[in-house]
């Protein structure tokens, strides 16, 4: 059996810290990440790496952010807080998140490397940017980006 990767165990302990210092609230979503890597791990039968656990806290974030709009439209702020709250401790465990120009920097070597010119090279741009923003930005954001750059 292979070594866990870094970020695995850095959510390993702060799953201790979050124990010992009685943070119910951290515990939890802390917990909930855990359970969510071992499904994957489980079900694919795999031991996931790094980028992996990135994609994964990835999504998590985005089922956050979804639901933290629904549940303002619903006036559910009861549930919304909780869901700010899952979504401020998985963002701990997220690298430092691009900035605009950063963006902008890797939307315009993209395009400048796959010599694309219109909206059916949008494939391939992503496919070059996604794996550089996974974790670091909203790809919903950056395809639209890239949308409006190519459009």
Not at 47 to 65: C, G, N, P, Y
């Amino acid at each position: 059996m292979s070594e866990a990767s870094p970020l695995k165990q850095s959510l390993k302990a702060a799953q201790k810290d979050a124990m010992r210092a009685r943070d119910k609230q951290r515990l939890g979503t802390i917990r909930l990440i855990l359970a969510e890597l071992k499904r994957v791990e489980v079900d694919e039968r795999i031991e996931l790496d790094d980028s992996r656990i990135l994609a994964i806290l990835d999504k998590m974030q985005k089922q956050r952010r979804d639901s933290i709009a629904q549940f303002d439209e619903a006036g559910r702020d009861d549930l919304s807080e909780v869901e700010r709250n899952e979504l401020e401790v998985i963002k701990t465990f997220l690298p430092a998140q691009l900035t605009d120009q950063e963006i902008d920097q890797l939307i315009e070597q993209a395009i400048s490397k796959t010599g694309a010119d219109s909206m059916q090279a949008m494939g391939k741009v992503m496919g070059i940017i996604k794996p550089q923003a996974q974790g670091r930005a909203d790809i919903a954001t950056i395809s639209k980006r890239i949308k409006a750059r190519l459009g």
